[in-house]
């Protein structure tokens, strides 16, 4: 009979988190994950996963080894909104995880899978993008993932790195939503020429490649994760419209106009409490970024699933779901 297996997963009812679960479970993993809020974590997370109470902000240290204990890990635990301020990332997303590495060393935990980002590479002079690449990141969230990875990095750990690009999928609507409201009204300009390209993975891809990383032998790598397909922003958008059954969009905006419409948009938040376009959204719609997974193909056995037009098409219906309330949230 194969021996369960144990995980340590952190992030587990973020939206990634939840999905990765569902994936070591099916898989035969012992799951047990660190939460805030054991009340919510049960309603979103499958049955059978060990709940441990803390967070890395200010579990004790010892509390956190013993929970780990005999345990790989997954750490996805981190801040992705790009309206915190500097001090929030480094606090949660490079000291968190050196709080976990720490811990991880002390109980000599067998395999330790970090979550990491693209983001990390912007400033780029040449396509497609490589792990050979030197790190160039453009604000502070990239800046504090680029720290939590030296922080794995300076460890003695079995670990493995994983930097998926943008995620989407059901559930991520941080950006996503705002973009298909205008698509749908026939209100979204094409950002500059259009003709950039715009990396994204979805969920299950990403999950798949932490399960994999998870399963996987290889010592001390880290493995760059895309859809590996290669669509450019107007090809996105028109997809995106076709889906919605709404207009293909055909204005341009360049990108000067567009940070004036984010900053305005800043200014409107200020009365209302909501930002609807950030400037790292345009600064993600126009950056020109390709991603090369051969390496995470080759070592990993990483597959990509789930095309960009499957993916579409399954937002579009789980948005179309939701009430607006729900939608909203």
Not at 7 to 35: E, I, P, S, Y
Not at 119 to 133: A, G
Not at 278 to 305: N, Q
């Given at each position: 009979?194969?021996?369960?297996?144990?995980?340590?997963?952190?992030?587990?009812t973020?939206?990634?988190?939840?999905?990765?679960?569902?994936?070591?479970?099916?898989?035969?993993?012992k799951?047990?994950?660190?939460?805030?809020?054991?009340?919510?974590?049960?309603?979103?997370?499958?049955?059978?996963?060990h709940?441990?109470?803390?967070?890395?902000?200010?579990?004790?240290?010892?509390?956190?080894?013993?929970?780990?204990?005999?345990?790989?890990?997954?750490?996805?635990?981190?801040?992705?909104?790009?309206?915190?301020?500097?001090?929030?990332?480094?606090?949660?997303?490079?000291?968190?995880?050196?709080k976990?590495?720490?811990?991880?060393?002390?109980?000599?935990?067998?395999?330790?899978?970090?979550?990491?980002?693209t983001?990390?590479?912007?400033?780029?002079?040449?396509?497609?993008?490589?792990?050979?690449?030197?790190?160039?990141?453009?604000?502070?969230?990239?800046?504090?993932?680029?720290?939590?990875?030296?922080?794995?990095?300076?460890?003695?750990?079995?670990?493995?790195?994983?930097?998926?690009?943008?995620?989407?999928?059901?559930?991520?609507?941080?950006?996503?939503?705002?973009?298909?409201?205008?698509?749908?009204?026939?209100?979204?300009?094409?950002?500059?020429?259009?003709?950039?390209?715009?990396?994204?993975?979805?969920?299950?891809?990403?999950?798949?490649?932490?399960?994999?990383?998870?399963?996987?032998?290889?010592?001390?790598?880290?493995?760059?994760?895309?859809?590996?397909?290669?669509?450019?922003?107007?090809?996105?958008?028109?997809?995106?419209?076709?889906?919605?059954?709404?207009?293909?969009?055909?204005?341009?905006?360049?990108?000067?106009?567009?940070?004036?419409?984010?900053?305005?948009?800043?200014?409107?938040?200020?009365?209302?409490?909501?930002r609807?376009?950030?400037?790292?959204?345009?600064?993600?719609?126009?950056?020109?970024?390709v991603?090369?997974?051969?390496?995470a193909?080759?070592?990993?056995?990483?597959?990509?699933?789930?095309?960009?037009?499957?993916?579409?098409?399954?937002?579009?219906?789980?948005?179309?779901?939701?009430?607006?309330r729900?939608?909203?949230?």
């Amino acid at each position: 009979m194969k021996k369960t297996r144990s995980v340590f997963v952190t992030g587990a009812t973020g939206r990634l988190g939840r999905v990765f679960v569902r994936w070591a479970q099916k898989k035969g993993w012992k799951v047990t994950a660190l939460v805030r809020n054991p009340a919510k974590a049960r309603k979103v997370l499958p049955q059978g996963v060990h709940i441990v109470k803390g967070d890395l902000d200010s579990m004790p240290f010892l509390e956190l080894c013993r929970a780990l204990r005999g345990k790989s890990v997954v750490h996805m635990a981190g801040v992705v909104d790009f309206r915190a301020n500097a001090e929030r990332f480094f606090r949660i997303n490079a000291a968190g995880t050196l709080k976990m590495v720490q811990a991880a060393e002390r109980e000599r935990t067998p395999r330790f899978v970090h979550t990491s980002s693209t983001s990390i590479y912007h400033y780029v002079n040449r396509l497609p993008i490589t792990e050979q690449f030197d790190p160039s990141p453009a604000n502070a969230y990239g800046k504090s993932k680029l720290e939590a990875e030296a922080v794995v990095r300076r460890s003695q750990l079995n670990y493995a790195i994983i930097r998926p690009c943008a995620i989407y999928g059901p559930g991520f609507d941080e950006g996503f939503s705002q973009v298909m409201q205008w698509v749908k009204k026939g209100k979204m300009p094409i950002l500059g020429s259009g003709k950039n390209h715009i990396p994204l993975i979805h969920v299950e891809d990403a999950a798949q490649a932490l399960w994999l990383a998870l399963e996987n032998d290889a010592y001390q790598e880290d493995f760059i994760v895309s859809s590996g397909e290669q669509f450019t922003q107007e090809e996105a958008l028109c997809m995106l419209a076709d889906a919605l059954k709404a207009p293909r969009p055909t204005r341009h905006v360049m990108r000067p106009l567009a940070y004036a419409l984010a900053g305005l948009d800043a200014l409107n938040g200020l009365f209302t409490g909501k930002r609807k376009l950030l400037r790292t959204h345009v600064d993600f719609l126009m950056e020109d970024r390709v991603f090369d997974i051969s390496k995470a193909r080759r070592i990993l056995g990483f597959r990509p699933k789930i095309t960009l037009q499957q993916g579409i098409r399954e937002l579009v219906r789980d948005t179309s779901r939701r009430t607006p309330r729900q939608h909203g949230s």
